[in-house]
T-cell receptor, first 112, second 113 residues
């Protein structure tokens, strides 16, 4: 089954404790993105990638890091999480720009 | 600064009615305009998308109307059903920047039986 998976689905952590949210897709897609969803703000793009070792900042990259060492994986790293990073995070992938983005199920992160 | 402005924030429609959600943008580099549907607890899923070379695209009960000169596009849901109750997001993407996407703030649609 074609899908984007994210782990963990739920995470409660404390300020300053480094964490990684994993994202994996099995569709051989070139493009991948990370978004955060907050009430009243919609989805905002954090980082995106066009291929292995090719990443770029989205609209709200501050406080986040990403890497794309393999085509299928695109982890999101929070080196020192803060409470304002409490949010619902989505990973997405697509075969090309301007084609269907497939979203993962989301990761709900709470930073205390 | 919101690159894509979406309205209304919420919408209540009777079963069988027409639901209309509007979006506006300023950046003329945008050339791909998708609409996503999101159910509670799920990730967004592509509903329908349009490019600026056409003014309308229809897929079943869902239609996108696109006005390039006004820099506006809208989603029309004909014969709205209770199963259409969800949050809808418009988005825009410029092809010259790789994979950037800008989303609207979302519209919560409730279809009353």
């Amino acid at each position: 089954e074609a899908q984007v998976t994210q782990n963990p689905r739920y995470l409660i952590t404390v300020t300053g404790k480094k964490l990684t949210v994993t994202c994996s897709q099995n569709m051989n897609h070139e493009y991948m993105s990370w978004y955060r969803q907050d009430p009243g703000l919609g989805l905002r793009q954090i980082y995106y990638s066009m291929n292995v070792e090719a990443t770029d900042k989205g609209d709200v990259p501050e406080g986040y890091k990403v890497s794309r060492k393999e085509k299928r994986n695109f982890p999101l790293i929070l080196e020192s999480p803060s409470p304002n990073q409490t949010s619902l995070y989505f990973c997405a992938s697509s075969s090309q720009q301007g084609y269907t983005q497939y979203f993962g199920p989301g990761t709900r992160l709470t930073v205390l | 600064q919101q690159q894509v402005k979406q309205s209304p924030q919420s919408l209540i429609v009777q079963k069988g009615g027409i639901s209309i959600i509007n979006c506006a943008y300023e950046n003329t580099a945008f050339d791909y305009f998708p609409w996503y549907q999101q159910f509670p607890g799920k990730g967004p899923a592509l509903l329908i998308a349009i490019r600026p070379d056409v003014s309308e695209k229809k897929e079943g009960r869902f239609t996108i109307s696109f006005n390039k000169s006004a820099k506006q596009f809208s989603l029309h849901i004909m014969d709205s059903q209770p199963g259409d109750s969800a949050t809808y997001f418009c988005a825009a993407s410029p092809s010259n920047t790789g994979n950037q996407f800008y989303f609207g703030t979302g519209t919560s649609l409730t279809v009353i039986p």
